[in-house]
């Protein structure tokens, strides 16, 4: 008998010590749930996670443990997970895993606010002081709250009115422990009482921590000294705008943080860090992205790739575009499989380069550029020239390739970007000539900066640079000087090379002698020919004036030239004096843009005084030996028409 009543008592003590237990049971099969936490530390095993876990010890109540696993403790209830996140106890006031985990709920990632507020009192009266807590919305919020009263002593705790917590005693100290679930209102008040029995150690004493999975503010007022700390507070958020197909569902994990809407746009707030978002839509690959985070808002551009494409495309631009320029834009390539014979193929825009894995592409004959195979995500660059003007532009970007089946993919890409407007007005001369060109920039953003023009040849070479720091709403003129036909580009960079602008600049020979050379007889008038032409859309005015070593004053001759004529022929006549002693004699022409002083044009013509028959005339250009033969045909074929009478 006395045998039956010990493995009883045994029994019994057993149930009881389950019934009290305050350190948590973990199953050896874990169930994962919706409220979990994921340690900071993910060097700890699932075993060691799970020995401290039921070290912890949490006074009256235990939060009930679902599982450990990866790194996670998942809880079977929301208000499980609320009283891991609290305080254990009056004596231990301090968070387990000394608070380095993360909060997840059906939410997903969950902010939570972890207060601890303590109040105490000595004199023998009752004090109140309001607690005022505001958050986002109404819900339920969590608060563990214990009592170390002396004789005589007394607490208490309501919600909004409504007390929940009360605690006091007389020659015997009264003291307890509650573990509450309250509704807190968006704008809520808890009341905390305290008093004392007239000294120590006759005083009150109150300890709680409220748990609440949101972003809280709060403020107390009244007469009792309340001390409040925070435990856990949620990370700072920043404001994410994502912009992809319209209808696509964006996860992190498994919790759906939203669908974009008609517009393609989706609007969220996420905690400031690293995150991986999942974009989901029926008929395309999943894309997965890792972003940060930051107080500024962010734009996340995703785009989608339809299920019949072999690769996943995200494009961005490199810095601002502007007119006349050359842009970047950068294109990560993942193939989805595999994916052979890949080439790219862009219509719509002019390409200046194409570079693959930093390696320039040359262009095919048939405009396409060879990738080859991709088995791994890539990187394509690609540099085009901007419009002159600016606004709203696009172009396509065409991938092709194979699968090892054969089976042929093409990603049709449709690339959007705005060219923005030129802080400054370019003022260029319609049509540059050799000599001294005027640019004119005038600020019009309202902002001062340094401007730098440079002048390049067509091999790359610079020919000419000079700087400025242009003020706000005011103008200047540079002096860009040419000497020689050709090709030039002229660049522009302004504000440390944010802004970049280029312009194509082309000098047509102006000028061009029909021949250097002259052949003309004392007393006989010779003409100097040279061609001239007029690329630009406007009559052009010009004076040409040939010195000669035997005239003091130069013979000028002004003429003008239609819009759009080419090599137009223009002759300067002079009558060469009888006495010239050399033979020999040097010419310079010059051909002057009206009213400037600064030849467009300088060449030399020699002139040869013949002194043969007067029937050979002065010819301009003439060759002396060419005469002279076509004197004696002439000469031969008269003698052959006189026999001829003869007969």
């Not at 003590?13 to 099969?29: C, F, K, Q, R």
């Not at 235990?62 to 996140?85: H, M, Q, T, W």
């Not at 020659?171 to 309250?182: F, H, K, L, P």
């Not at 194509?504 to 050379?517: G, W």
Request: with cysteine; charged share 15%; hydrophobic share 35%.
């Amino acid at each position: 008998m006395i045998k039956r009543y010990f493995i009883f008592l045994l029994l019994l003590m057993s149930v009881l010590g389950s019934v009290n237990a305050t350190t948590p049971t973990v199953p050896e099969t874990c169930t994962p749930t919706d409220f979990y936490v994921v340690l900071d530390d993910s060097s700890m095993t699932s075993e060691l996670i799970t020995t401290q876990l039921q070290a912890i010890d949490f006074n009256i109540v235990a939060p009930s443990v679902s599982g450990v696993e990866n790194n996670r403790i998942y809880f079977s209830s929301k208000s499980d997970l609320a009283r891991f996140c609290a305080i254990l106890s009056y004596t231990n006031p301090s968070l387990p895993f000394s608070g380095a985990f993360s909060v997840y709920t059906e939410d997903g990632f969950t902010p939570v606010s972890v207060l601890k507020i303590y109040g105490t009192y000595a004199p023998e009266a009752w004090v109140y002081s309001d607690l005022t807590i505001n958050s986002s919305k109404s819900q339920l919020a969590y608060i563990y709250s214990q009592t170390s009263n002396g004789q005589y002593s007394g607490d208490s705790i309501s919600n909004n009115g409504v007390q929940f917590f009360y605690y006091s005693g007389g020659s015997t100290a009264v003291n307890g422990a509650q573990y509450d679930e309250i509704v807190l209102l968006s704008n809520n008040v808890l009341t905390y009482g305290c008093k004392g029995g007239g000294y120590d150690p006759r005083v009150g004493r109150v300890m709680s921590s409220l748990v609440v999975f949101d972003y809280i503010e709060y403020e107390y007022s009244g007469s009792l000294t309340l001390t409040l700390t925070e435990l856990y507070t949620p990370p700072e958020q920043g404001n994410i705008s994502i912009y992809s197909a319209a209808g696509t569902e964006v996860y992190e994990s498994s919790y759906l943080l939203g669908t974009t809407d008609n517009g393609g746009l989706l609007d969220i707030q996420l905690p400031m860090g690293e995150h991986t978002l999942k974009f989901i839509k029926d008929g395309y690959w999943d894309v997965f992205k890792t972003i940060t985070v930051s107080e500024n808002t962010s734009e996340i551009y995703v785009t989608m790739a339809p299920s019949n494409a072999i690769f996943q495309v995200e494009k961005e631009f490199s810095g601002n575009i502007y007119p006349n320029s050359i842009a970047r834009l950068s294109l990560d390539v993942t193939p989805v499989k595999t994916a052979y014979a890949t080439k790219l193929r862009v219509s719509g825009v002019e390409v200046n380069k194409v570079y693959y894995n930093t390696q320039e592409l040359p262009k095919a004959a048939d405009g396409s550029y060879i990738i080859g195979d991709i088995s791994s995500p890539q990187n394509i660059v690609i540099d085009f020239k901007t419009t002159s003007s600016w606004g709203e532009r696009t172009f396509t970007v065409e991938l092709s390739a194979t699968d090892i089946e054969g089976t042929a993919y093409t990603n049709l890409e449709t690339i959007n970007y705005n060219v923005l407007e030129l802080p400054f007005l370019f003022e260029a001369p319609d049509s540059w000539a050799i000599g001294t060109n005027e640019v004119t920039l005038t600020d019009m953003s309202g902002e001062s900066y340094s401007v730098l023009l440079v002048l390049y040849d067509e091999s790359g070479t610079e020919k000419w640079s000079s700087s400025t720091n242009l003020l706000e709403y005011c103008e200047y003129t540079f002096e860009v000087p040419i000497e020689d036909a050709g090709e030039y580009i002229l660049e522009l960079n302004a504000k440390s090379g944010s802004v970049k602008s280029y312009y194509s600049v082309e000098i047509i020979e102006p000028v061009s002698l029909v021949s250097d050379f002259l052949t003309a007889n004392p007393g006989k008038v010779a003409t100097v020919q040279f061609k001239i032409s007029n690329p630009t859309e406007s009559v052009k005015y010009y004076k040409a004036s040939l010195s000669c070593p035997f005239y003091n004053d130069t013979i000028d001759k002004t003429f003008s030239i239609a819009p759009g004529t080419v090599d137009k022929t223009v002759d300067m006549s002079f009558e060469v004096p009888e006495d010239l002693e050399m033979e020999y004699y040097q010419l310079t022409l010059e051909v002057f843009d009206e009213g400037k002083t600064d030849p467009i044009y300088s060449g030399h013509v020699v002139l040869t005084i013949s002194n043969a028959s007067l029937l050979i005339a002065s010819v301009p250009g003439g060759n002396t030996t060419l005469i002279i033969l076509a004197s004696a045909v002439m000469v031969i074929a008269g003698t052959f028409a006189a026999l001829r009478l003869k007969k």
